[in-house]
């Protein structure tokens, strides 16, 4: 399967803890982005990575999240002292290059702050 | 000013009919269209992508782009009960710029 990949697909953490969300690239992809999803709303852009680049983060959360694409290994995005506000689903897509337009989604994760 | 604007819906359409979605945007820049589809609880999964004004044709379906007036469409013909999703319609300038999504139409294709 040669598909976007995340994991883990359910995560349910307690208010404070941190929520780690893996995403691993399409084979040839080195271009990653996130998006949140709350119920019922349209998917809102958190970043746009590159390897070992963060090329736009406009839509990051200024305090508590941060996100990474390493050299070698998934892209993570990292939630600190997570809040019920956090609850949502966040889906990771990527795509080849920057003039390669198309992404292309993985399943997501459902995160659930209790 | 939104960037990218759709009506939310419901869309009902009966089965059978031609569904047709639609999508406005704000950047001149832009170049790149996307039609992507949401069933409840999944993933978008894409259906089409246009970079020039005209019609593009994939089996049931028809993306419109018209860059003058800022708009792009997508028709669904012989509309079918599975067809009923959310419709994303998604927009990208240049080089390393990001995709920027609508809030999407539901559709419902009444049997």
């Known amino acids: 399967n040669a598909g976007v990949m995340q994991n883990p697909r359910h995560l349910v953490r307690r208010r404070g803890q941190e929520a780690r969300l893996r995403c691993s690239p399409m084979k040839g992809h080195s271009h990653v982005y996130w998006y949140r999803q709350l119920p019922e709303e349209g998917l809102k852009f958190m970043v746009y990575?590159?390897?070992?680049?963060?090329?736009?983060e406009s839509g990051m959360p200024k305090e508590r999240f941060s996100a990474e694409f390493p050299k070698e290994g998934p892209s993570i995005l990292r939630i600190q002292q997570v809040v019920r506000g956090d609850s949502a689903a966040y889906f990771c897509?990527?795509?080849?290059?920057?003039?390669?337009?198309?992404?292309?989604f993985g399943p997501g994760t459902r995160l659930l702050v209790l | 000013q939104k960037e990218v604007e759709q009506n939310s819906g419901p869309l009902s359409v009966p089965e059978g009919a031609i569904a047709s979605l639609n999508c406005t945007y704000s950047d001149r820049g832009s170049q790149s269209f996307f039609w992507y589809r949401q069933y409840s609880g999944k993933s978008p999964e894409l259906i089409m992508f246009i970079y020039s004004n005209g019609d593009k044709e994939d089996g049931r379906f028809t993306a419109q782009l018209n860059k003058a007036s800022q708009y792009v469409s997508l028709l669904i013909r012989d509309s079918q009960p599975s067809d009923s999703a959310t419709y994303l319609c998604?927009?990208?300038?240049?080089?390393?710029?990001?995709?920027?999504f609508g809030t999407g139409t539901k559709l419902q294709v009444i049997p």
């Open positions: 998604a927009v990208k300038a240049g080089g390393y710029q990001k995709v920027t």
């Open positions: 990575l590159q390897k070992e680049n963060i090329i736009d």
């Open positions: 897509a990527s795509s080849s290059l920057a003039g390669e337009e198309t992404q292309y």
